[in-house]
């Protein structure tokens, strides 16, 4: 084309001598150039170079400035593209991070809600509504000897107790006893159908200064069944470090909810009953007891059980197992055969009781239970098996329960007089 001037001038010769035919020749140049590696190109991509020299020739620009000009365009396009992928990615980050921000400020008002407005009204209500509203107050007194190293636990009297039978009453007693070395637990009488009880009774513990101020005492309030468990009403934990000895502590506090953590465990026991109706004999064979309580100092017991029975509530024939030193899960194995009739069966009371054997002292009891016709719950149903079952032996574990609780459901009076002096 006539318009190529300022390329013309570098040219070769013979391409300057021949303007016109300046479309024509640098494709016969290029075809050439290009004829060697045609013989490796198929027809198709021959064709689209063709093309592209064509394309080129049109372009009235030297092909060094068309091949810069591209590669500029190139260069451009590619960076434009890494522009747009780096914003893209700084906006990516930019949102996780907003994103963790608003987690973290939502976390933190979520936190703030649930504290707030979530578990300390919850906890309020615990505190206040349970105890204050529904489970009444106890009055008692604290009082410590440090001569005799003795505490004095004063029960004087509750008031408002909650209501825990069906005739909006509760038959109310309290528990005391001293923890962490629970040594002994003492119970006040029961109080039948009262919501303000005066118990007026007091304990003794026997507690050095120094365990005394790390020790705390447990009184416990209680609703007597005589057929069910017993159901706590509510407690009062004082920590008897924190008290002032130098004065007759007397107070009233409210009953707050219990620790489930510390429900008194006794320990269990497994004995089989067998019952012979036509030969009058029954037959109780100890066989072990498991978790017992310890009650001696190093957190051990020696166990022993006291087979008993009673005749229409008449202390009448008793037996005893052999001790087993410093076990609380001892294994007896031990069988106890009495002469009841038929008659008598129906009014008859067999007492299972634990006992902890002392050389020294007296020995206690670690519990207790009673089976018989007007006995309840697992006990009945063990002794409804044995005479519906005779002269097979039916084993079973029992719970045992605190003596003084038995005691007091069972009563039993007197020993009966010997045999051969009564009617039957
Ligand atoms: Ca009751
Ligand atoms: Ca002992």
Same mark, same amino acid.
């Given at each position: 084309m006539s318009t190529v001037k300022p390329s ?12 016109? +035919? *300046? %479309? &024509?020749?640098?494709?016969?140049? !290029? ?9 490796? #190109? ?15 020739d049109q372009i009235p620009l030297p092909?060094?400035a068309i ?78 000897? +440090? *001569? %005799? &190293?003795?505490?004095?636990?004063? !029960? ?9 039978? #069906? ?258």
């Open positions: 013309s001038s570098t040219r070769p010769k013979p391409e300057a001598s021949s303007l016109r +035919a *300046a %479309t &024509s020749r640098p494709v016969t140049i !290029i075809s050439t150039t290009y004829a060697s590696t045609n013989t490796t #190109l198929n027809p198709v991509a021959a064709t689209i170079v063709d093309f592209f020299n064509n394309l080129l092909r060094w091949y810069t000009i591209f590669a500029a365009g190139v260069l451009l396009i590619l960076l434009c593209c890494l522009c747009v992928c780096i914003k893209c990615c700084c906006r990516g980050n930019k949102k996780k991070r907003q994103q963790k921000k608003d987690e973290k400020i939502s976390m933190k008002g979520v936190n703030g809600k649930t504290t707030t407005a979530l578990v300390q009204p919850d906890v309020g209500d615990v505190d206040y509504g349970s105890t204050r509203k529904y489970r009444g107050k106890l009055l008692y007194s604290l009082e410590y000897n +440090a *001569a %005799t &190293s003795e505490l004095m636990v004063g !029960i004087k009297q509750a008031d408002s107790l909650k209501a825990m039978d #069906l005739g909006k009453s509760s038959d109310p007693y309290v528990k005391v006893y001293i923890v962490p070395d629970k040594i002994k637990t003492c119970e006040t009488k029961v109080f039948k159908n009262t919501l303000n009880p005066g118990f007026n009774e007091q304990f003794n513990f026997q507690i050095s200064k120094a365990s005394l101020l790390k020790s705390t005492v447990v009184m416990q309030v209680f609703d007597f069944n005589r057929f069910t468990k017993h159901n706590i009403i509510g407690e009062l934990r004082v920590q008897l470090g924190n008290v002032d000895w130098n004065h007759v502590i007397e107070e009233w506090q409210d009953l707050a909810e219990p620790a489930k953590f510390e429900e008194e465990n006794l320990g269990e026991i497994c004995f089989s009953l067998r019952y012979v109706p036509t030969a009058g004999k029954l037959t109780v064979v100890i066989l072990e007891a498991k978790n017992l309580k310890s009650m001696d100092v190093g957190g051990s017991s020696d166990p022993y059980v006291k087979v008993q029975l009673a005749l229409d509530k008449r202390k009448w024939k008793k037996r005893k197992t052999s001790i087993k030193k410093k076990t609380l899960n001892p294994y007896y194995n031990e069988s106890f055969t009495f002469d009841v009739s038929f008659e008598q069966i129906q009014r008859v009371n067999l007492v299972i009781s634990v006992w902890d054997h002392d050389t020294v002292t007296r020995n206690d009891a670690i519990g207790k239970i009673y089976l018989g016709c007007d006995s309840a719950g697992n006990q009945l149903r063990h002794w409804a098996d044995m005479l519906s079952n005779p002269r097979r032996p039916v084993a079973q574990w029992h719970s045992l329960l605190s003596a003084e609780q038995v005691n007091s459901t069972l009563a039993l009076k007197k020993k009966i007089p010997l045999p051969s002096k009564l009617p039957f």
